[in-house]
Nanobody, 124 residues
């Protein structure tokens, strides 16, 4: 049974930093593309960053490039999202997600397993 659980969401002031994490279990973590998504109040869910199974390839939404870094620890089955220079528009519920299949990790579509989310709030 695939399980994903986010933690370390928080409230910070604009310009601050935080690193939510996601613990995965119930499957061969090191074989799947992983991603972070977010959903702000009144908006749809959007892909923020994704990382290939071995961690060698990363992809970012334009809105977070240069500020966010996705990484994974395949020995500990943990996914991270280092966020810096945070802006009020980064305020959202952040979700980690697992790809449905053993894909090449080239798109934000096809993610079928989700954690419950962790709230990130950035005040101006």
């Amino acid at each position: 049974q695939v399980q994903l659980e986010e933690s370390w969401g928080d409230s910070v002031e604009a310009g601050g930093s935080m690193t939510p994490s996601c613990a995965a279990s119930g499957y061969a973590y090191h074989t799947y593309c992983m991603a972070w998504f977010r959903q702000a109040p009144g908006k749809g869910r959007e892909g923020v960053a994704r990382v290939s199974s071995a961690g060698r390839r990363t992809y970012y939404a334009d809105s977070v490039k240069g500020r966010f870094t996705i990484s994974r620890d395949n020995a500990k089955n943990i996914l991270y999202l280092q966020m810096s220079n945070l802006k009020p528009e980064d305020t959202a519920m952040y979700y980690c997600a697992r790809d449905s299949f053993l894909s090449a990790c080239t798109t934000f579509s096809g993610f079928a397993y989700w954690g419950p989310g962790t709230q990130v709030t950035v005040s101006s």
